[in-house]
């Protein structure tokens, strides 16, 4: 019998699992114990705890290691693929949840400003699955917008023999038009070396190149230098930080959440499809690692929600479809605290916040979007009846 540890906030696995294989769930904030370890020979995980020579044992029996995230930087990947482990993760899965949360973020930061979204353009810098959806959302609210992805560009060159056209190709925008943009967004993974190094990659010269009315970082903590962002709000350079990602999460920095618009506690991915589809991309890989077949899985249903019948302004309206005002209020109760205390607060929030639906998943009366156009293009299901 395969033996499967996982931690035990991954949504629903047991009904994606297949029923065969045991599994044993562990709490991430005390993280596993030794004897679970030894017990397994897959280990499911999420950002919260790392996987390497100090978490892993050297006489573990461990031969599967999944992450429900893009990415990986809580993987000491050299080190499991010494050992022998395969490796697994969800790239895509919260694609989606990422560009509503950071497409509402800047539709909130505009009516702040007082600002047509349509005048503004948008540098997204990391051409993936993430970085892509948030483009394609941000396009559809009217921000023309140019994406940064000089490795994807440089792998793509190499790609021979698929039939592909050159045209076809990703072309990475110019460092200096994206840095042009308006809003600069980030959705890339932390590398801390090589050519592509990420860590303070949106640092201070690169602040200075030209003024920003919205900086997002949703990708990692470390991508955006915090110290230059906050200096850069002081001083007027940028008008508004978006903060989802910290650098030395979890113990975030006071005084960037203070400066910041909005301040979430890393969970700009979380949706009940996000992490549906990360829980079957995890379990799809295992069972093919193992020789398993997938098993039949649940159907969801389309919510229904009931917008009031006044003409209130479009920002509220986002903010009874979208938690991330919520979500900026609960870290900001953490303020303040020390890291002993902040720390293991910031992870509940993560473990504890309720996940919401992605926007195609919510229905909405037709009259809806004659009064606020902008919410067909965000992706809300239109019926006559709700």
């Known amino acids: 019998m395969i033996t499967v540890l996982a931690d035990q906030h991954h949504y629903h696995l047991d009904k994606y699992l297949h029923p065969s294989i045991r599994l044993v769930t562990y709490d991430p904030l005390p993280g596993w114990s030794s004897e679970q370890i030894m017990q397994a020979d897959a280990v499911l995980v999420r950002t919260t705890n790392p996987l390497n020579s100090d978490t892993l044992p050297p006489n573990s029996r461990v031969r599967f290691a999944g992450t429900a995230s893009a990415g990986r930087d809580h993987l000491d990947e050299p080190f499991l693929k010494d050992r022998g482990v395969h490796i697994a993760d969800a790239k895509g899965s919260n694609a989606r949840s990422v560009s509503e949360y950071v497409a509402v973020a800047v539709l909130s930061c505009c009516d702040e400003m007082k600002i047509p979204p349509a005048s503004l353009?948008?540098?997204?810098?990391?051409?993936?699955?993430?970085?892509?959806?948030?483009?394609?959302?941000?396009?559809?609210?009217?921000?023309?917008?140019?994406?940064?992805?000089?490795p994807r560009e440089e792998s793509e060159k190499h790609i021979s023999g698929t039939g592909e056209k050159e045209q076809d190709r990703f072309k990475s925008a110019s460092l200096e038009d994206v840095l042009a943009c308006d809003i600069i967004s980030h959705h890339v993974p932390l590398e801390r070396s090589g050519v592509y190094a990420t860590w303070h990659w949106y640092n201070e010269e690169k602040i200075r190149s030209a003024p920003k009315r919205i900086v997002v970082n949703a990708s990692r903590g470390g991508v955006v230098d915090e110290m230059a962002v906050r200096a850069a709000l002081r001083d007027g350079h940028v008008s508004m930080f978006i903060c989802d990602v910290w650098e030395n999460e979890p113990v975030f920095s006071d005084s960037t959440a203070e400066q910041a618009f909005l301040a979430t506690p890393h969970i700009a991915g979380y949706s009940v499809e996000a992490k549906r589809k990360a829980t079957e991309m995890m379990c799809d890989q295992l069972h093919r690692f193992f020789g398993f077949p997938d098993p039949e899985t649940p159907v969801s249903e389309l919510r229904r929600e009931h917008l009031p019948d006044d003409d209130r302004p479009l920002i509220d309206i986002l903010r009874l479809l979208h938690p991330v005002f919520s979500y900026d209020a609960s870290l900001r109760t953490l303020i303040g605290l020390p890291a002993d205390e902040k720390g293991p607060g910031f992870l509940k929030l993560r473990q504890n916040t309720p996940l919401r639906n992605e926007f195609p998943e919510i229905g909405l009366m037709a009259s809806a979007a004659h009064r606020y156009p902008v919410l067909e293009k965000l992706g809300f299901r239109m019926s006559g009846s709700a």
Do not use: H, K
């Open 121 to 150: 353009t948008a540098g997204i810098v990391g051409a993936g699955f993430t970085g892509s959806a948030t483009a394609a959302m941000l396009e559809r609210i009217g921000i023309s917008c140019r994406l940064f992805d000089p």
